[in-house]
């Protein structure tokens, strides 16, 4: 089995040449057959992952660059095989959502193949590399695909995602001066006894938290996210809030926790105030807003606070029961997982709206259910697992984050349920608007889904059920990660 | 254990089932999407049915059935279900409820052409509804509890192309969401607290003792927490707000609504809990319990005085259920838990009769709901008026022959015994006056009098919707016969003890003070309505609105006092209250946090990069202006020194003959001096 993350890396990049070398007609079609062969790579991936062994699985390790103790070192754990998984989910449909020239395609593809290596790195030489290599082609993406305004929301995103990416880089080299090492398993080792000391610690901690703090992103340093998804092609905006904003908050999870535990301890008040904020501020500024795509952008940035919360109260007190940090970790985990299918199919779904009208005004619709009850079905059932209806994805990562993180920081979870019956505000706002009352004449000739659109509705809504009802199969992923991460850190 | 509990969980999945078939069904297959809601309908019926037996067997029977639903690092997540009295009896009820209803909607919605959806949301509803009586894990409740608000968000806006509806259905989701923040939070805070999050589960569940040992004071807290939930779903002061409006759904909707599931919800949730509520009772009295008693009180009058002013049958009804579950909340609040229970199993088969028996008098009358356009339909409908006139008398609790009756009297003795106040007890006594007066006015106006506006060409309903009805009507007097104190034969089942039979016990005092009160309720009721019911015309003026000259056709309250009718009129102008503050405050949140976000945050972002850009034009500005200067500078310097040395490199052996003189002049000076 070895090599096969090698493979998984490299197929898009193959993919993105072909797509390159053959006829521009058939850029879409040759894109998704390299994602079926990744596809099949994955499962197997999944299928030969061993649930109860801790560590990391299926590790290639060569020499890369000795003199800096680079190595080439990719490898898999719960939370890796997760994020892969999910990588394979969304970017297919994020090819079918539209018709799409070849140098998207091929853009797209080394997006997904930097996501496979971001994903899998277990050096930071080597994710980093990944991590950068990601943001070109989304630069690149909405810069000449995207809509109104596009010039100056890539260069936002662009600009402000790298001065973090380069806050984060110059950390990592003063840890490597320190420690002379640039293995996440080792540095996370020596993380609990404190990496660095003094101010250093604090500079060091600074720029990776601002780097994956804007990535995330964490209020407030997300005003570049409502820009960005808003202008973005809705296969990007799908990829973009589907896994590019799981790579923060992956980050996180890998660098920031395991690496300044005393940091994030003592700054835990102000950490979970951010993430509490994140969550209520988000989903009021979603409730103002009138563009279905800029909506849903804000319940990007509330949903991924939920997971900033967890994150934090892991680390937030000195009495941690592990049965609380399990919790708020599993449900990080669930959360991560969900919240991509859902937020990507819900752009998907403001897509196919965008499609036939033209438009994507909460205004511009109405009485939709009259005219397109099937679309309107499919879609409502995103929307109530994006608000955490029990029964659908949404509600088993949310039970678990708050689960945790009531017991360890009450306060503080207590405000931030606020987020739910806001989020609910904002669908049903949403539902009333584009579905009820009488049909719009704009909207009277609008054709209800067809049949490529019926291949990316029914998985997706079928897997939203499926974790809602018997999510065993996902924790069957995360568990020996989760309890193997508590352990680190308690 | 019998194979029914382990298997219990079809109770709810028969509908369940059914409801995802019809939604598969293409749109034109009516009947047989209204077939398969009722055959899922008399799946569940039977299979209630089977597992109330075994509950039969001895007193206090109860029987759990708990497995993993997933694990989460170390922890299984455990759920189950669990049989007992309260769950046998409910389970019973809201499938026998549920059937009549179902039976009713297959004649009242033939004409709707999304008849097929709405029989997939009703047998969603009644499966959700099922399941919250059967769930053994607080957990579990939850999650059928949100299906339930699911399943009514659907059927209040089932005609979602009037706007109304869509209003409805909106503020019904967010004002129990509201509620449901606080059930969530305490079900966080009991699954932190106790450890577990099961109800019964071998002396280890969070309803015994060794459970509620280890929350200890915060059982009150947790308590209170769950019961917002109960105050959101169960229309409770302040959130009883949705209920009138969620009216806007088809009539079989708000019967299922406000009889069988939804409201009985939370009054089902207080009472499945009800040991978090009550421990480290003192006399019967903790501070939760007080505050359930309070809500309840509240509630009860309330809405017993708005009812009074209003004119759509429907909505009258709607207050009426609002203030009968602020009576079984505190009934439950002052302990009587089983007396609570009673009157909400009795409570749905004479609500869904009543609404069943409105559907039938709106059907008759063409959809029109405003009463005082009815009048002397007696007549015209007369199984109708038959089964509403027992429906009118169990609500207002007409003794002895009317399970409403029985009911509401255990629930006053209960009242009576509480020994935190008596308070309760005379309001209630007072809820029980108005109850009957609101019901006599309601039945005058549609039923007697002469005939106005809409009862032009009506004709009594077709047999597929007055069975239900009659069935509905046998059930409310016969449900009697194990509610009398002389064979308190449910009291007991429901507490677990055995029951007696002792018809000396069957007179009692109260009964005496019950039927006084709701002589006094109905007898008022004719005395002030009356005249009411002659309304000469059908001409009637808009609700609130200016004509308010016309005495003959104004309602008798009104003509009265008709600043108190007003008040009345308008629900105590609570929707407007909250609109202006609550509503509108957290729209303005909505908007700060939008331009918070542009303005502020944002502003910040491009106040930085400004300043990068600003940096980056300093940065140029010096180089060109101070750094290329000075660089252009020197090199002038040095040009003209260079000329100016280049000057003195004249070539001439005369001046530099001269200049060696001068120097060779000065080095001798020097070298005098210094000696």
Known sequence: MAGMITALILIPLFGAFAVCVWPHTNARPIALIFNAITATLVFMLWRNFDATATGLQMVERHVWIPAIGAEYLVGIDGLSLLLVLLTSIIIPFAFLVQRMDRGFCALMLVTQSALYGTFTAQNFVLWFLFYEMSLIPAFLLIKIWGGENRDRAATKFFLYTFLGSVAMLLSFLGIYFAKGTFDFAQLAGLGKQGLLSGNVAWLAFAGIFLGLAVKVPLFPFHTWLPDAYETAPVGVSMVLTGVLSKMGVYGFVRLLLPLFPNEIKILAPWLLGLAVCSIVFASLAAWAQSDLKRMVAYLSINHLGYCMLGLFVITATTVRPAVEMQAALSGVFMQIFNHGITAAALFYYVGLLEQRRGLRGINDFGGLMQRTPLLCGWMSVAMFSSLGLPGLNGFIGEFLIFKGSFAIAASFTAVAVIGLLVTAIVFARAMQALFSGPLTESCSAFPDLGRTEKVVVVPVTLLMLAIGLAPQFVFNIINTTVIQMTRLLS | ?675
């Open chain 2, 1 to 675: 254990m019998s194979w029914i509990v382990t298997s219990l969980w079809l109770i709810p999945a028969a509908p369940l089932a059914a409801s995802l078939i019809i939604l598969s069904l293409a749109n034109s297959r009516r009947s047989a999407a209204a077939a398969l809601a009722i055959i899922g309908q008399i799946a569940a019926l039977t299979l209630s049915i089977l597992a109330f037996l075994p509950t039969l067997q001895a007193p206090g029977y109860r029987s759990v059935h708990n497995f993993t639903w997933f694990t989460f690092g170390e922890q299984a997540l455990r759920i189950g279900w669990v049989l007992d009295s309260l769950a046998a009896a409910m389970l019973v009820m809201i499938a026998l409820v549920g059937l009549c209803i179902f039976v009713f909607s297959a004649g009242y919605m033939a004409d709707d052409k999304n008849l097929t959806r709405f029989f997939a949301y009703l047998s969603f509803f009644s499966g959700a509804m099922l399941g919250v009586v059967i769930a053994n894990s607080l957990l579990l409740l939850f999650v059928f509890w949100e299906l339930v608000g699911l399943a009514s968000y659907l059927l209040i806006g089932f005609w979602i192309h009037k706007p109304s509806a869509a209003a409805a259905a909106k503020k019904a989701f967010i004002t129990t969401r509201i509620g449901d923040l606080g059930f969530f939070v305490g079900i966080l805070w009991l699954y932190g607290g106790s450890g577990t999050l099961l109800f019964y589960d071998g002396g280890k569940g969070c309803l015994e003792t060794a459970g509620l040992l280890g929350l200890g004071a915060s059982a009150t807290f947790v308590a209170l927490l769950i019961f917002c939930g109960a105050v959101g779903k169960s229309g409770q002061f302040p959130l009883h707000i949705w209920l009138p409006d969620a009216m806007e759904g088809p009539t079989p909707v708000s019967a299922l609504v406000h009889a069988a599931t939804m409201v009985a919800a939370g009054v089902f949730l207080v009472a499945r809990v009800y040991p978090l509520f009550s421990f480290g009772a003192i006399d019967g009295v903790t501070p939760s319990l007080v505050v359930v008693v309070s809500i309840g009180t509240i509630t009860a009058l309330m809405a017993s005085l708005i009812a009074l002013g209003q004119f759509d049958i429907k909505r009258i009804l709607a207050y009426s259920t609002v203030s009968q579950l602020g009576l079984m909340m505190v009934s439950l609040g002052v302990g009587g838990v089983a007396a609570g229970m009673m009157h909400l199993i009795a409570h749905g088969f004479f609500k869904a009769l009543l609404f069943l028996g409105a559907g039938s008098v709106i059907h008759g009358c063409h959809h029109e709901q405003d009463i005082r356009k009815m009048g002397g339909l007696r007549s015209l409908m007369p199984i109708s008026f038959l089964t509403y006139a027992i429906g009118m008398m169990t609500l207002s609790g007409v003794p002895f022959f009317f399970s409403g009756g029985w009911t509401k009297e255990e629930i006053l003795h209960a009242t009576a015994h509480w020994h935190a106040s008596h308070i309760p007890h005379y309001l209630m006594l007072a809820g029980v006056v108005l109850t009957a007066l609101y019901m006599t006015r309601q039945m005058i106006y549609i039923f007697f009098g002469n005939r106005r506006a809409a009862s032009e060409n009506v004709h009594e309903s077709p047999p597929i919707m007055t069975l239900p009805l009659i069935v509905l009507a046998i059930c409310s007097i016969a449900f009697s016969v194990v509610l009398t104190p002389a064979w308190r034969w449910l009291h007991s089942y429901l507490t677990g003890e055995p029951a007696h039979f002792d018809i000396a016990l069957l007179v009692q005092p109260m009964l005496f003070v019950s039927l006084a009160l709701v002589a006094v309720g109905i007898g008022l009721g004719f005395v002030m309505y009356g005249k009411a019911g002659q309304l000469a015309t059908g001409r009637v003026r808009p609700t609130g609105g200016q004509n308010r000259h016309r005495t003959a056709e104004m309602d008798p309250l009104e003509r009265a006092q008709p600043a108190l009718f007003h008040f009345l009129e308008n629900k105590m102008w609570l929707d407007e209250i909250y609109d202006r503050t609550v509503v509108a405050w957290s729209r303005m949140a909505a908007h700060v946090s939008d331009w918070m976000d542009r303005h502020f945050w944002d502003g910040l972002v491009r106040g930085f990069a400004g300043l990068g850009q600003l940096f980056g034009i300093f940065s140029a500005n010096f180089d060109e202006r101070w750094i290329n200067v000075r660089v252009d500078e020197t090199m002038t310097g040095t040009r003209r020194l260079g000329r100016v040395m280049s000057a003195w490199h004249s070539g001439q052996i005369q001046t530099y003959l001269g200049m060696l003189a001068v120097g060779m002049l000065a080095l001798l000076i020097l070298y005098a001096w210094l000696a």
